[in-house]
């Protein structure tokens, strides 16, 4: 569906993306992990087309993603960015009704219907800035379901929620991928959440280290490299795992 | 929404109505001499047609500039165009210019207002679109410059000249006439239809360029076309009528109380307001104190910014509980 084959990107003559090849499959779970600064946003970023590589080729569907109209294009894919403005002065239903720009004619989903999939069916007049932070992203992410693209790319969408949050974000985007068939693709830096995806790409300095399934790829060694750390990684019977580190000493050698 | 909506238009003709009947003289459209006519045709209604134009065009380029700028603050003056069109205007009524004849000061001013755009988006301008913060930076700069050589300009000039161009900088209807409205019209609607027909891409404007990016639209076109919509409408209010403040401001944040933020709704309801605050304000002012005139852009703030801070108490626009 979505192929970037030998990417290279840089940023004002800094390179940031390097020889970078990645594709995305119908209905594929697929985390982008790697340290702050290596490069997943500016990946996401080309891959929506919002960036030009600099050497390369992006396709969409086989065709070169730049060759689409906007609107086409966005009728294929969307992209939700890492950081959302508090100060929109729109309405959830405003707000999830954009979704529907791309179209004439509107896809089956309704806006209501999108409303109610994130969980927000009694906020809908609700102002954005009354939201709280995983209300808010719940509301775009509402918009872009509504958007009906069958690759979503979120950007840190975990970012900046509680832990239960957390969880119930990944729930309903696991759910929306076998209910929609869609293919997500989604950057994040917490290697908590990295087991529940098909498969992970893991980026430092711009290249992909490695890629697979994360039970098979994230191992102590590649944290090690991939975000310079030394993590233990606690395989459990009950088939989860848990990363621990040590204790660390203060300043007066105290535990 | 529909009703208020209703309402408001219907308000807004009510008070266009009135204001032809209103002044020195009470005119009765149904019972009129030739007197009555001569100034209810000749004066009265270019004047108010005039007032509902400019006051339209200032909130709808205000609702489009506080849209793709993200700012609050923004009003169609913030680029400077206004200092740019005041500036040469000034020049033409301190020189006591008459180049263009009756249209010489509309005329110094459009020029004034068109460079002065021209200069702030070559200023906004890089790496391939226009980038709010430059352009928001640029136009302040530029208004300062412009201010700046105006007030030196006014120092140095004769009572007169100076007491008109006054008049002039704070909105002066006075020079109302049939022969203005028709190019002020066409620029204005021109300017409308721009706006209306990118209402949905400044909607996406307003969630940051990525997101309007990934909902089909190319921002930095986007904001071009949007720029020039507001560029025209502004250049061709300040050039008929001087600097009328205010409206380009606030009005857009009451119409944002009322009806929501979504610009499809919010342009063609600024346009409404606009026009009738202005018409309203442009009424008192001519006969308030008849025969002396007070500039519009004084009235319309002594109207507005009370009904405004009555709103901003009483709605909480953005959830800030």
Redesign the interface.
């Given at each position: 569906m979505l192929d970037l084959s030998n990417v290279s990107f840089s940023y004002n003559g800094d390179p940031a993306i390097d020889n970078l090849c990645l594709s995305v499959e119908s209905g594929e779970f697929i985390g982008l992990i790697g340290a702050n600064g290596s490069g997943k946003s500016t990946i996401l970023k080309l891959a929506a087309g919002t960036l030009r590589p600099g050497a390369g080729e992006i396709t969409l569907w086989g065709k070169a993603i730049h060759h689409y109209r906007d609107r086409d294009r966005a009728k294929l894919v969307s992209y939700l960015p890492q950081m959302l403005d508090v100060h929109v002065p729109f309405r959830v239903n405003e707000l999830v009704r954009m979704g529907l720009y791309p179209y004439d004619i509107p896809p089956d989903l309704t806006p209501d219907e999108a409303v109610a999939t994130v969980g927000l069916a009694d906020k809908g007049d609700s102002l954005i800035g009354e939201l709280s932070g995983g209300e808010r992203r719940r509301a775009f992410l509402a918009m872009t379901l509504l958007q009906g693209a069958g690759i979503l790319l979120l950007d840190e969408p975990l970012a900046n929620l509680d832990i239960r949050f957390q969880i119930e974000l990944m729930r309903l985007l696991k759910d929306l991928r076998h209910q929609k068939h869609i293919s997500i693709v989604m950057a994040l830096h917490d290697i908590n959440l990295a087991f529940q995806f098909d498969k992970v790409y893991v980026v430092k300095e711009g290249r992909i280290i490695t890629e697979g399934r994360p039970l098979e790829t994230i191992t102590r060694d590649l944290l090690r490299e991939a975000f310079d750390v030394d993590v233990m990684i606690y395989h459990h019977e009950n088939g989860t795992v848990s990363f621990g580190f040590e204790r660390m000493e203060d300043k007066n050698g105290l535990r | 929404m529909k009703k208020q909506t209703l309402w408001m238009i219907i308000g807004s003709v009510c008070l266009a109505v009135l204001s032809l009947c209103v002044g020195p003289k009470w005119i009765n459209p149904l019972q009129m001499d030739e007197v009555s006519r001569q100034i209810l045709l000749s004066i009265r209604l270019p004047r108010v047609i005039l007032s509902l134009l400019m006051g339209g065009a200032l909130g709808a380029s205000g609702a489009v500039l506080q849209g793709i700028l993200?700012n609050p603050l923004a009003d169609p003056y913030i680029l400077g165009i206004s200092s740019g069109a005041a500036l040469l205007a000034a020049l033409g009524l301190l020189l006591g210019s008459t180049a263009f004849g009756f249209f010489t000061i509309p005329v110094f001013a459009f020029v004034g207002a068109v460079l002065t755009g021209i200069a702030v988006g070559a200023m906004g301008y890089r790496r391939g679109g226009l980038w709010p913060e430059r352009l928001l930076l640029a136009g302040v700069g530029v208004g300062f410059l412009f201010s700046s050589l105006l007030m030196l300009m006014m120092s140095l000039s004769s009572d007169e000249g100076m007491r008109r161009a006054i008049l002039w900088i704070f909105g002066d209807l006075a020079m109302a006439d049939w022969s203005l409205i028709p190019y002020g019209f066409v620029l204005i609607l021109i300017g409308l239809i721009l706006s209306l027909w990118r209402a949905?891409g400044l909607?996406?404007l307003?969630?940051?360029d990525?997101?309007a990016?990934?909902?089909?639209?190319?921002p930095g076109r986007e904001r071009w076309i949007l720029f020039l919509a507001v560029g025209l409408m502004t250049a061709a209010s300040v050039s008929m009528g001087g600097v009328v403040g205010f409206i380009g401001l606030l009005v857009p944040h009451i119409i944002?109380f009322v009806v929501?933020?979504?610009n499809r709704v919010l342009i063609p309801l600024s346009v409404v307001a606009g026009g009738a605050l202005l018409c309203t304000a442009d009424t008192i002012g001519r006969t308030a104190v008849a025969p002396m005139e007070l500039p519009s852009g004084i009235i319309t703030a002594v109207l507005g910014a009370p009904y405004f801070l009555y709103l901003l108490k009483q709605k909480?626009?953005?959830?800030?509980?």
């Open positions: - | 993200r949905k909607n996406a307003m969630l940051g990525d997101i990016h990934s909902l089909g639209f190319n944002r929501g933020s979504d909480d626009i953005l959830g800030e509980s």
